[in-house]
């Protein structure tokens, strides 16, 4: 009879011990999702907000006028003696000089001269701000140095086309090595093509100098073009190729010091029925294979999830898009960040694999050389056939009622090159008339160079704030156990995930809130705070229960 009394007693006990950790895990579950939900998610939305100039803007500041206007590029030479020795020996020739990318940073406009032709004595350097110049032809500084863009030395900057400068004020400087790529003749440098990485916080220090393996950018046989920076894993650089034997999208990682190149015929090639086109007058016929390239941003916050409420769990809500196009091509492409950054990926992928990736999202009304992103999400592009500068807000449909044109101009918008925003929302845009310099066409009586300036709602894409879902869960860097770090640099590791399309590697890597990857920063937020003290005080009640028993 004791025996059963004691039995029934536990029995209860037990029961009153399962309702009330019952109670508790239900009370835990509750306050831990309406604190995630309400508050960690308040802060991420937080986080996600990008910065935005301070100013408004006005209507006359949206227009595009002229900052600066070139006949002819000059050079910021020592002396006028050593000016003539170099036009005497051939070292700079007037009329060869074509200025390409521009990037502003605090109080200098960088621009990038290739050298297509002979009598290029520098291929990077710098203007000062309109601002702070009166000039509206100044000449062009080189930087780092004179020595730093000597050519013939394969330590030195020889054929630099794009640039970009990331939000820590460091400019990736690719250099495709050769010279005059325009001119026939023996007369030619052939460097290494290289990428280096300038402090301009330090005047041009060099922090990074990466040579590219022949089997990725072969010397003599490439041509690396536009480049934009990912902030992801330690920094990524992603470059357009446009070379005719091997075009494609070379990508760099930072952290591992390692590059390998993605390729897609259907959306990096030339299209046909592109290739013949006129701008103000002069016929071309141009077979240019990918060449503009933006980088979109980390979140939209107009998706919705699959339940239609939290767009944060969304798992196509996590992916950064890169943006493309073939310059003989009126259309535009793009291919998810997080598939250009997997070299795993690329190696084992078939053509099939990295094609069902790529999104074709509809026809321009005409050629694109030159192409950027806002921190808004908004794509700036020129439209060579079309004298125009247009823009397409990226999370609204690319269509003809989408495609708007900001300026429109045959004389001062002739071949719109290169892009760069500055830190009061300024666009910056290259106008170098390149259809008339390749074909020897230009003038010098006339003006064939000017940079065009009107101000946006937005920064660059660079300054699109940290972003905490962008976890692929596939890259865990440690010892190889697992239990690593991250951005340890002893090594990086490749979780299994299933399937090998972008869809797929999104769902498993879907971040924050996904099955894998989830971040320890969330883990400790105060969701998890609270379930950390219910369990203590379950644990507390449970181990008081015991005693009383």
């Given at each position: ?188 440098v052939v460097c290494p093509p290289k990428l280096l990485l300038l402090d301009l916080k330090r005047n041009g220090t060099v922090l990074l100098r990466y040579q590219f393996p022949e089997s990725v950018v072969p010397p003599g046989n490439n041509y690396l073009n536009k480049v934009v920076v990912d902030d992801a894993y330690g920094g990524f650089a992603y470059i357009t190729d446009n070379s005719g034997a091997d075009p494609g999208i070379v990508v760099f990682s930072r952290r591992l010091v390692r590059s390998w190149k993605v ?287």
């Open positions: 009879m004791s025996s059963f009394a004691s039995s029934t007693s536990e029995v209860t006990r037990m029961s009153s011990v399962t309702r009330l950790f019952a109670l508790l895990l239900l009370l835990g579950c509750t306050s831990g999702q309406q604190i995630t939900n309400n508050d960690v998610q308040q802060q991420q939305l937080d986080i996600l907000s990008p910065p935005t100039p301070a100013s408004p803007t006005t209507q006359a500041e949206r227009q595009f006028r002229v900052m600066y206007e070139w006949n002819v590029l000059d050079f910021a030479f020592a002396t006028e003696d050593e000016r003539s020795r170099a036009l005497y020996s051939g070292r700079y020739i007037p009329k060869n000089v074509l200025i390409s990318d521009c990037k502003p940073h605090t109080n200098r406009l960088y621009l990038t001269i290739p050298r297509m032709l002979p009598g290029v004595p520098a291929t990077l350097g710098y203007v000062v701000r309109p601002e702070n110049n009166g000039r509206t032809d100044p000449e062009i500084v080189p930087y780092p140095s004179w020595e730093m863009n000597e050519r013939g030395n394969c330590s030195a900057l020889q054929f630099v086309q794009g640039i970009a400068v990331d939000k820590h004020g460091i400019m990736w400087v690719v250099d495709s090595g050769r010279t005059e790529t325009l001119s026939r003749g023996a007369d030619h390729r897609e015929n259907n959306s990096m090639r030339a299209a046909r029925n592109s290739v013949r086109f006129a701008v103000n007058g002069t016929e071309l016929n141009f077979s240019i294979h990918i060449d503009s390239i933006a980088l979109g941003p980390y979140y939209n916050p107009n998706l919705e999830s699959d339940d239609g409420h939290d767009p944060l769990l969304g798992s196509q809500n996590y992916e950064r898009n890169v943006y493309y196009c073939p310059l003989s091509s009126h259309h535009i492409y793009s291919l998810p960040a997080s598939l250009l950054r997997d070299p795993e990926f690329n190696a084992r992928a078939t053509p099939r694999d990295i094609l069902e990736a790529v999104i074709d999202y509809g026809e321009k009304s005409s050629q694109t050389d030159g192409m950027i992103m806002d921190n808004q999400g908004v794509l700036y592009y020129g439209l060579l056939g079309e004298h125009a500068i247009a823009r397409w807000d990226t999370y609204k449909p690319f269509t003809p009622k989408n495609q708007q044109i900001v300026a429109r101009d045959p004389t001062f918008i002739q071949w719109v090159d290169s892009m760069g925003f500055d830190h009061e929302g300024y666009l910056y845009v290259t106008i170098n008339r390149l259809h008339n310099f390749v074909a020897g066409r230009l003038n010098p009586l006339e003006v064939n160079f000017r940079i065009l300036r009107g101000k946006t709602a937005g920064l660059s894409y660079v300054e699109t704030p940290d972003n905490l879902f962008n976890s692929d869960a596939k890259y865990l860097y440690g010892d190889g156990s697992g239990t690593g770090e991250s951005f340890v640099d002893n090594g990086l590791r490749f979780q299994s995930y299933e399937g090998t399309t972008p869809a797929s590697s999104r769902l498993a890597s879907a971040g924050i809130f996904g099955s894998a990857g989830r971040s320890s920063s969330v883990a400790a937020g105060p969701g998890a705070i609270g379930s950390i003290a219910l369990l203590s005080l379950l644990v507390f009640v449970v181990s008081t229960i015991g005693l009383a028993g």
